[in-house]
């Protein structure tokens, strides 16, 4: 949960990975490279090993609080 508060980016992405967007399309709506979102999926994946990337987005999806702080990125 501090991973989401500290990195707007991450919660950026994941926001726009809860919305069905692709890797492309998220670089493209941030104004990124797929590569730098690929990076900070990584980084993400790294922090919380060993869960993968789709049950980190189940997590957050299932859960109020994570998803009111995704929601608050904006």
Do not use: N
Not at 2 to 18: D, E, M
Not at 19 to 45: C, F, N, V, Y
Not at 58 to 65: E, G, K, N, Q
């Amino acid at each position: 949960e501090h991973l989401l508060k500290r990195r707007t980016a991450v919660r950026h992405i994941l926001r726009l990975r809860l919305q069905g967007k692709s890797r492309k399309e998220i670089a493209a709506i941030l104004g990124k490279s797929p590569h730098t979102i690929d990076w900070h999926l990584r980084e993400l994946m790294r922090s919380c090993r060993p869960l993968s990337l789709a049950r980190i987005v189940v997590i957050i999806a299932s859960s109020p609080r994570l998803t009111a702080l995704l929601s608050s990125a904006d």
